[in-house]
């Protein structure tokens, strides 16, 4: 497969979400590794764009406006959608991330008091509520949680964390339609891409019917460039996009974990091409 020169990141989060790095931090490494457009796609809330904005004008890097919002459809109850070139201050779609952030920091304190619950019924003393937020910056999500218990010596690793605590004390997550977030985007003058595909399926008997909906439903384009796509899954989502006419957007979904995605990259050597941002701007 041919490599690509490093130039884009459609999907990156913050330390306001779900990500290790700073604003600041994260535009300064995109700059230092060669990125000249990237988005910050934090997960319901858009309160980086700003300090991301001021530092991309003096690290000489483009940050586009973006988001990630958790929707539901029929069974799927954890789909993601990432919104582009929208209106930050049109107000219903603030509304809406502003109920969805509050969901989500209340979602996070239930599950921290199930935890908690959890580990008192096993002799062990509970995590410090007041500090796990902290650490949170008030965007309290799983993650946030897993290092909290790994730091307490309470799992080994995030895979270990999930299975011992956070799944058994799952809380559902809000319930916004894929449909109503689609239309509230187009209102605010954007346009949306699934995120990571590979997460609802890899059979391409299930993904057909939901993408058929989707693209009825106004979906623009397809996440086909992703760290977890590399490399048996990104031909299907290739072949995907094209039978639904939909943009092949891209990437790596950096969280600045060292143990997950490199920035602007969807594997060592292979970065997210650089057409994906100009073809989703054709889109838009």
């Known amino acids: ?47 980086a764009l700003s300090e991301a904005q001021q530092t991309g004008l003096h690290c000489g890097v ?33 509304v809406q991330l502003a109920l969805a952030q509050q969901h989500r920091v209340q979602r996070g304190v239930e599950m921290l008091e199930r935890i908690n619950a959890l580990l008192v019924q096993d002799g062990k003393a509970p995590l410090d509520k007041e500090r796990v937020l902290q650490s949170a910056r008030g965007a309290l999500t799983r993650p946030h949680l897993a290092h909290a218990l790994i730091a307490r010596g309470y799992a080994s690793n995030i895979q270990s964390a ?12 809000a319930a916004l339609g894929v449909e109503e977030a689609l239309a509230l985007f187009a209102q605010a003058g954007g346009v949306c891409s699934l995120a990571h595909p590979g997460t609802l399926s890899t059979d391409p008997d299930v993904l057909h019917p939901l993408l058929d909906a989707f693209k009825a439903m106004g979906l623009v384009g397809l996440e086909v460039y992703h760290h977890c796509h590399y490399p048996d899954a990104l031909a299907l989502f290739q072949s995907c996009a094209t039978r639904y006419g939909l943009v092949a957007t891209g990437g790596s979904d950096y969280h600045g974990r060292p143990e997950g995605a490199v920035l602007g990259q969807i594997a060592p050597g292979y970065a997210v091409p650089e057409h994906v941002l100009l073809d989703l701007q054709r889109a838009h």
């Open 62 to 94: 483009e940050v586009l406006v973006g988001v990630e919002l958790t929707v539901q459809y029929q069974q799927y109850d954890d789909v993601h959608l990432l919104g582009y070139f929208f209106d930050p201050t049109h107000a219903a779609l603030q």
């Open 162 to 173: 999930f299975e011992n605590f956070l799944i058994p004390c799952n809380v559902p997550k």
């Open 1 to 47: 497969m041919a490599t690509w020169r490093l130039r884009v990141a459609l999907h990156t989060h913050t330390s306001y979400s779900d990500g290790l790095d700073s604003p600041t931090q994260l535009v300064a490494k995109a700059a230092q590794q060669g990125l000249h457009s990237i988005a910050i796609t934090d997960h319901d809330i858009l309160a």
